[in-house]
């Protein structure tokens, strides 16, 4: 039971790690597409001002920012989530582990 229990811990830990990793490619993501709105926000103040840009070419970098955007939300939900329920895991993993030597203790006592 504790080995299962040792197994189950390093798993979770395993996929914590997994999941830390995944958060922080996607901030690293999410550091790039903040620079490329920046960018076009930059290119619609210009065009506000009546300076010439290529507006298709404005609204083409907005729509690809904002479907990177998405993208980067959706993985960074669904890593949260993963995490969530590993960090769940490993509180059941300890709970089982002071169940056992609770039992362990109490079978010292009786002997």
């Given at each position: 039971?504790?080995?299962q229990?040792e197994r189950s811990?390093?798993?979770?830990?395993?996929?914590?790690?997994?999941?830390?990793?995944?958060?922080?490619?996607?901030?690293?993501?999410m550091?790039?597409?903040?620079?490329?709105l920046?960018?076009?926000?930059?290119?619609?103040?210009?065009?506000?001002?009546?300076?010439?840009?290529?507006?298709?070419?404005?609204?083409?970098?907005?729509?690809?920012?904002l479907?990177?955007?998405h993208?980067?939300?959706?993985?960074a939900?669904?890593?949260i989530?993963?995490?969530?329920?590993?960090?769940?895991?490993?509180?059941f993993?300890?709970?089982?582990?002071?169940?056992?030597?609770k039992?362990?203790?109490?079978?010292?006592?009786?002997?």
């Amino acid at each position: 039971l504790v080995q299962q229990a040792e197994r189950s811990l390093q798993l979770m830990t395993q996929r914590a790690l997994e999941a830390e990793s995944d958060v922080e490619r996607l901030k690293q993501e999410m550091i790039v597409l903040q620079g490329e709105l920046e960018t076009s926000k930059a290119e619609n103040e210009h065009l506000r001002a009546g300076q010439t840009t290529d507006l298709g070419a404005v609204k083409h970098n907005i729509d690809v920012a904002l479907q990177s955007l998405h993208k980067i939300i959706s993985g960074a939900n669904l890593s949260i989530r993963q995490l969530a329920s590993g960090a769940e895991s490993l509180n059941f993993v300890a709970e089982l582990l002071k169940s056992t030597g609770k039992i362990s203790d109490a079978e010292d006592e009786n002997d």
